[in-house]
């Protein structure tokens, strides 16, 4: 018995670690987004934060990405998180034709 409960109390310290591990990454993520970003993109970015966290997500890695490569100068303006998301939900558009005999 005392086995299992040693065994159950490190794998809660685990889980515990993990989730410390994850919510200090995204802590310096929103921080390093908040101080390149302008105040309204940043507003919308907490907006689909809010509304798809994994849209969010891959938004944030692909803004990191570009900001690492340096392909932006200065912040990052809301028309440019616009123009980010417009590339990401990207659909091609099907069309239906309707042949009369």
């Given at each position: 018995m005392e086995e299992d409960e040693q065994q159950y109390q490190k794998?809660?310290?685990k889980r515990?670690?993990?989730?410390?591990?994850?919510?200090?990454?995204e802590e310096r993520k929103k921080a390093v987004i908040k101080r390149l970003t302008e105040p309204a993109a940043y507003e919308r970015?907490?907006?689909i934060k809010?509304?798809?966290p994994e849209l969010y997500g891959q938004l944030v890695d692909m803004m990191i990405s570009i900001i690492q490569s340096n392909r932006v100068a200065g912040k990052i303006t809301e028309q440019q998180l616009v123009s980010l998301l417009?590339?990401?939900t990207a659909r091609n558009e099907t069309t239906i034709e309707f042949?009369?005999?």
């Open positions: 794998r809660l310290q515990i670690a993990d989730v410390m591990k994850r919510t200090q990454l970015l907490m907006n809010a509304s798809n417009e590339r990401m042949r009369h005999k």
